[in-house]
């Protein structure tokens, strides 16, 4: 067992501390930052400070009540109040005000505001003026009722099963086990690439020769496995720690980050598919380094199985049409394309337990099956240097 694990973390450092991998394991968290960096510099920016003006003919806004202060990364504009609409387009050509609005007589009959500007104001300005239009016509109203009026009507999407319900608010969490799987993808395929590569290249300087003498090819195999899932791992937690940080963060400025939660139950059924789903890609890509004589050989079987993984995505239209139809009961079934499949139903429907708990118990059989399917694949062609070791002989070689 010692040695098992002197292979899995001699494996796993060796990639681990290479600065390709740290620059593949921090380029996502610093282009997210970067993202999040990027959109409050944008609503910065896109919110000018500059006042906007008011002309109030009907007498509502006498004694008008300040607007409160924006929330960071928005700017407050401030109102002015003019007396009549010439002060106010004289300070509006000297650039003191962004633009102007008149409130008529009938307003409350009407609703009818005109508005002034040489420059279109953005719509964070307007909206701000709207908010204090209507702070003050309700200033005389609970300023609970107030707050709700101001906040809008919540939209509350209920299935028709009753199943699942989710509000305006909390429309991103539909698209964060989506996120999750993405993530899954690209460090399953980075890592698993690692191992293939570290395969055939012992097998071609021959270091597997020297290797073999002290361990069996299924400490050998099983050791790489588990440090290429480490590998992978260790990605997603860095990725997943560094987003979950950016969401935290970014609930108390951005409105609609403000609904975002992280079930429990959910991110347990995640990791519980995604695990098992990362032994078998593994053991696939030993597989592939064992048969296969050239790394670029093996690459391009790599394809075979990489197709199945991203096909949830391609159809993923489907899904969120009928994400309980038998194609999607189908894919969740299949090893390979269970974990996306998940990850994109649990989005839009509850997933049952029957359905669940049989595409995790494929998938733990499919894992320890490419297990010893790597191991009994280096076994046979360990010592074939320049031959391809072809697949029915794993299947069909009889020991002497």
């Keep these: 067992m010692s040695?098992?694990?002197r292979i899995a973390w001699q494996e796993?450092?060796?990639?681990?501390?290479?600065?390709?991998?740290?620059?593949?394991?921090?380029?996502?968290?610093?282009?997210?930052?970067?993202?999040?960096?990027?959109?409050?510099?944008i609503i910065w920016s896109d919110s000018n400070p500059t006042p906007i003006g008011y002309v109030d003919q009907s007498g509502l806004l006498v004694n008008a009540i300040p607007q409160a202060s924006a929330k960071f990364p928005e700017r407050t504009v401030r109102m002015l109040a003019y007396p009549d609409e010439a002060s106010a387009r004289t300070n509006l050509d000297t650039g003191k005000i962004?633009?102007?609005?008149?409130?008529?007589?009938?307003?409350?009959?009407?609703?009818?505001?005109?508005?002034?500007?040489?420059?279109?104001?953005?719509?964070?300005?307007?909206?701000?003026?709207?908010?204090?239009l209507t702070t003050n016509l309700l200033a005389n109203i609970s300023p609970h009722i107030v707050n709700r009026i101001l906040a809008g009507s919540k939209l509350n999407v209920v299935s028709a099963d009753k199943s699942r319900q989710t509000s305006q608010d909390q429309i991103i969490n539909l698209i964060l086990p989506f996120i999750a799987g993405i993530l899954f993808i690209i460090a399953m395929s980075t890592s698993s690439g690692y191992l293939l590569q570290a395969v055939v290249e012992e097998k071609e300087n021959r270091t597997m020769e020297i290797m073999v003498t002290s361990v069996s090819?299924?400490?050998?195999?099983s050791g790489k496995t588990i440090a290429d899932m480490a590998v992978g791992i260790t990605q997603l937690v860095v990725w997943a720690i560094f987003i979950v940080w950016i969401l935290?963060?970014?609930?108390?400025?951005?409105?609609?980050?403000?609904g975002v939660t992280f079930p429990a139950q959910t991110i347990f059924m995640l990791i519980?598919?995604?695990?098992?789903?990362?032994?078998?890609?593994s053991g696939l890509m030993a597989t592939i380094g064992a048969t296969v004589t050239e790394a670029s050989e093996g690459q391009q079987i790599m394809g075979l199985f990489t197709i199945p993984i991203w096909l949830p995505y391609i159809l993923i239209a489907v899904?969120?049409?009928?994400?309980?139809?038998?194609?999607?009961?189908?894919?969740?079934?299949f090893p390979l394309t269970a974990p996306m499949t998940?990850?994109?139903?649990?989005?839009?429907?509850?997933?049952?337990?029957?359905?669940?708990?049989?595409?995790?118990?494929?998938?733990?059989?499919?894992?320890?099956?490419?297990?010893?399917l790597a191991g009994r694949a280096f076994r046979l062609g360990m010592l074939r240097y320049g031959q391809r070791l072809r697949w029915k002989e794993i299947f069909s070689h009889q020991r002497a």
């Excluded at 899904?319 to 079934?333: D, E, G, K, R, W």
Aim: aromatic share 16%; net charge positive.
């Design 272 to 281: 519980a598919v995604m695990v098992p789903a990362f032994i078998m890609i």
């Design 98 to 132: 962004q633009a102007y609005y008149i409130i008529p007589k009938d307003y409350l009959p009407s609703g009818k505001v005109d508005e002034y500007y040489n420059k279109e104001p953005k719509g964070i300005a307007t909206q701000q003026f709207n908010e204090f």
């Design 248 to 258: 935290i963060i970014g609930k108390s400025y951005l409105s609609f980050l403000s």
């Design 342 to 372: 998940i990850a994109i139903r649990m989005g839009f429907t509850t997933i049952p337990a029957w359905q669940y708990i049989a595409s995790l118990v494929l998938l733990v059989i499919s894992a320890v099956g490419a297990v010893w």
């Design 319 to 333: 899904f969120i049409q009928n994400p309980n139809s038998p194609l999607a009961v189908a894919m969740t079934l």
């Design 217 to 221: 090819p299924n400490q050998l195999m």
């Design 12 to 41: 796993y450092s060796r990639h681990v501390f290479r600065k390709r991998f740290l620059l593949a394991l921090f380029s996502v968290p610093l282009m997210l930052a970067f993202m999040a960096v990027l959109i409050i510099v």
């Design 3 to 5: 040695k098992f694990w």
